[in-house]
């Protein structure tokens, strides 16, 4: 029997960040998969945190968490969202994480008491990540974090150049991502940008194989003809990375462009041609939809919607299966003073946060889509609050509130359980990762999701206090999804509601464009209804 041989693709960006290394790594794998090859991913940031899980999602965007609770860059769900590929701790390692586990090792003694230093010891430690994530697949696609010329990313660049020489050629394949900018005062595309990228990555001993031109129209023939020749590849390794109006269209772009005939060239892979029929089906349903909606996110992070990156392509998976453009109104919670300018969205959610700072605003929100009938999706600190808001204005429970955001809270409707402790140290010490839920039956989480028993993913350290259950069921409040011992709740309703629904969980993370989150696209429907009943 034959044994596997990995191919490895590195995905480096130059000149500026937000170039979309990581949704281009995951068209590539999309392309890819659609050859019939399996892949997977991995992430390499070269900030010195341990991971992301401690960042400001103002400057990091989201945390995203995979099913066995690695909290991670918000990369790895595009990963997901593009291919089968099922992300864990092996598929994002940070600069932070290779340090750590090289002065562990010093500390140990595992080095027999010789010098520390970055070559060989940082370089191997990022070369043996490489390695462990590509375990069993065709091809890794590594993704660097970072741009080229910045010194963080220096070790991981040598790492990978050692990494051609250990594998071999045939089985390593450069992509360079670089910007090719239209000077509109002349009326031309520049190139030099994407030169002066190469020249910077040439410099520590990487000619890149491939090179994708980040623009905002197709480049003509001459115009990478002089690329090929200035950047020392061949012209059909010059590849248009083109803006386009869903993130969807890439790997289809991409296609047209030959790039995944050209990685399969590069690698001496045979593969047959991809099967793109359900993207172009996707496609199709983009951009002819029956309906339009508008949705209120009413959230703290809403000055970078990165923050809320898989949310927002829940909301569009959602609207892509029922046919509807999803538009989303971003409503900072801090200045929300009058819930009414929520009176023309068509559905409302509250997503995650952790802290106090706006607070109040979410509750305003949760209580202007109670009285008023308009469908409510809560995910999170989202159910949290909507436990607060019902305690408060339907049970009589005067102040109810979350022990996060108020610790002298006369009724701590949300609160941390016995057994969990406050800790000094916040990097992964919540509830994380795949956690399962029993739905009860004749309700409408059982009825979205069609079983009675779900897996969902988690990060929350304040749970719904079971002290406080019997009263707000009294009230109305019905406790659909709970753990399967009955602790812990995890999905809460209101039965006479059109549409209320808030989780524990986040449903997100599991959303793909051709596997919607029932829970999304449930939400979506109801609001495509509420839009229809207003005419």
Same mark, same amino acid.
């Given at each position: 029997?034959r044994?596997?041989?990995t191919?490895?693709i590195? !995905?480096?960006g130059?000149?500026?960040?937000?170039?979309?290394?990581?949704?281009?790594?995951?068209?590539?794998?999309?392309?890819?998969?659609? /050859?019939? *090859?399996?892949?997977?991913f991995?992430?390499?940031?070269?900030?010195?945190?341990?991971?992301?899980?401690?960042?400001?999602?103002l400057?990091?965007?989201?945390v995203?968490?995979?099913?066995?609770?690695?909290?991670?860059d918000?990369d790895?769900?595009?990963?997901e969202?593009?291919?089968?590929?099922r992300?864990?701790?092996?598929?994002?390692?940070? $600069?932070?994480?290779?340090y750590?586990?090289?002065?562990?090792?010093?500390?140990?003694?595992?080095?027999?008491?010789?010098?520390?230093?970055?070559?060989?010891?940082?370089?191997?430690e #990022?070369?043996?990540?490489?390695?462990?994530a590509?375990?069993?697949?065709?091809?890794?696609?590594?993704?660097?974090?970072?741009?080229?010329g910045?010194?963080?990313?220096?070790?991981f660049?040598?790492?990978?150049?050692?990494? /051609?020489?250990?594998?071999?050629?045939?089985n390593?394949?450069?992509? +360079?991502? $670089?910007?090719?900018?239209?000077?509109?005062s002349?009326?031309?595309?520049?190139?030099?940008?994407?030169?002066?990228s190469?020249?910077?990555?040439?410099?520590?001993?990487?000619?890149p194989?491939?090179?994708?031109?980040r623009?905002?129209?197709?480049?003509?023939?001459?115009?990478?003809?002089?690329?090929?020749?200035?950047?020392?590849?061949?012209?059909d390794?010059? #590849?248009?990375?083109k803006?386009?109006?869903?993130?969807?269209?890439?790997?289809?772009?991409? +296609?047209?462009?030959?790039?995944?005939?050209k990685?399969?060239?590069v690698?001496?892979?045979?593969?047959?041609?991809?099967?793109?029929?359900?993207?172009e089906?996707?496609?199709? $349903?983009?951009r002819?939809?029956?309906?339009?909606?508008?949705?209120?996110?009413v959230?703290?992070? !809403?000055?970078?919607?990165?923050?809320?990156?898989? *949310?927002?392509?829940?909301?569009? +998976?959602?609207?892509?299966?029922?046919?509807?453009?999803?538009?989303?109104l971003?409503?900072d919670?801090?200045k929300?003073?009058?819930?009414?300018?929520l009176?023309?969205a068509d559905?409302?959610?509250?997503?995650?946060?952790?802290?106090s700072r706006?607070?109040?605003?979410?509750?305003?929100?949760?209580?202007?889509?109670?009285?008023?009938?308009?469908?409510y999706?809560?995910?999170?600190?989202?159910?949290?609050?909507?436990c607060?808001?019902? $305690?408060r204005? !339907?049970?009589g429970?005067?102040?109810?509130?979350?022990?996060?955001?108020?610790?002298?809270?006369?009724?701590?409707?949300?609160?941390?359980?016995?057994?969990?402790?406050?800790?000094?140290?916040?990097?992964?010490?919540?509830?994380?990762?795949?956690?399962?839920c029993s739905?009860?039956?004749?309700?409408?989480?059982?009825?979205i999701?069609?079983?009675?028993?779900?897996?969902?993913?988690?990060?929350?350290?304040?749970?719904?206090?079971?002290?406080?259950?019997e009263?707000?069921?009294?009230?109305?409040?019905?406790?659909?999804?709970?753990?399967?011992?009955?602790?812990?709740?995890?999905?809460?309703e209101?039965?006479d +509601?059109?549409?209320?629904?808030?989780?524990q969980f986040?449903?997100?993370?599991?959303?793909?464009?051709?596997d919607?989150?029932?829970?999304?696209?449930?939400?979506?429907?109801?609001?495509?209804?509420?839009?229809?009943?207003?005419?």
């Amino acid at each position: 029997m034959r044994t596997r041989v990995t191919k490895y693709i590195f !995905v480096t960006g130059g000149v500026m960040s937000s170039l979309g290394k990581g949704l281009a790594s995951a068209s590539i794998g999309a392309l890819l998969e659609a /050859r019939g *090859l399996r892949v997977t991913f991995l992430k390499l940031d070269p900030y010195l945190n341990v991971d992301p899980g401690t960042m400001n999602p103002l400057q990091h965007g989201e945390v995203y968490v995979t099913e066995d609770g690695a909290e991670t860059d918000l990369d790895l769900g595009h990963y997901e969202r593009f291919t089968r590929s099922r992300m864990n701790q092996l598929n994002n390692m940070t $600069a932070g994480r290779i340090y750590d586990s090289v002065l562990s090792k010093e500390r140990r003694g595992d080095y027999l008491g010789g010098t520390v230093q970055v070559i060989p010891h940082v370089t191997d430690e #990022i070369k043996e990540s490489i390695r462990a994530a590509g375990q069993g697949v065709d091809v890794i696609l590594v993704e660097i974090g970072g741009t080229v010329g910045d010194i963080e990313s220096l070790p991981f660049l040598e790492a990978i150049r050692q990494f /051609r020489s250990d594998v071999g050629r045939e089985n390593t394949c450069f992509i +360079h991502v $670089a910007p090719v900018l239209y000077q509109a005062s002349a009326g031309e595309l520049k190139t030099k940008p994407v030169q002066h990228s190469v020249k910077e990555l040439q410099a520590v001993g990487i000619g890149p194989d491939i090179i994708l031109c980040r623009t905002e129209r197709y480049l003509d023939k001459g115009i990478k003809s002089k690329i090929a020749l200035f950047c020392n590849v061949d012209e059909d390794a010059v #590849i248009t990375a083109k803006d386009v109006e869903s993130i969807y269209e890439v790997p289809l772009v991409f +296609h047209t462009e030959g790039l995944d005939e050209k990685i399969a060239q590069v690698l001496n892979m045979w593969t047959g041609q991809p099967d793109l029929r359900q993207w172009e089906d996707l496609i199709e $349903a983009q951009r002819n939809p029956e309906s339009e909606i508008t949705i209120a996110m009413v959230g703290k992070y !809403v000055d970078l919607v990165e923050s809320y990156k898989s *949310l927002n392509e829940a909301l569009v +998976h959602g609207g892509m299966a029922v046919r509807s453009t999803v538009n989303i109104l971003y409503v900072d919670s801090e200045k929300l003073e009058d819930p009414s300018v929520l009176a023309k969205a068509d559905g409302i959610l509250v997503p995650h946060g952790f802290g106090s700072r706006g607070v109040e605003g979410k509750i305003r929100a949760v209580r202007f889509a109670r009285e008023n009938e308009i469908p409510y999706l809560g995910i999170c600190f989202g159910m949290q609050l909507a436990c607060c808001e019902f $305690a408060r204005h !339907v049970a009589g429970l005067e102040g109810a509130n979350s022990r996060e955001v108020d610790e002298e809270t006369a009724h701590p409707v949300i609160d941390l359980l016995p057994g969990q402790e406050q800790v000094a140290e916040k990097g992964a010490t919540m509830r994380l990762g795949d956690y399962p839920c029993s739905l009860a039956e004749g309700s409408r989480a059982r009825s979205i999701y069609g079983r009675s028993e779900i897996v969902e993913r988690h990060r929350h350290r304040y749970e719904f206090n079971p002290e406080y259950r019997e009263r707000l069921e009294k009230a109305g409040l019905r406790f659909s999804g709970v753990s399967p011992d009955g602790r812990l709740a995890e999905i809460v309703e209101l039965p006479d +509601h059109p549409f209320f629904v808030a989780s524990q969980f986040h449903p997100e993370f599991a959303s793909k464009p051709f596997d919607p989150h029932p829970l999304f696209q449930a939400f979506v429907e109801a609001a495509v209804g509420h839009c229809s009943r207003k005419g």
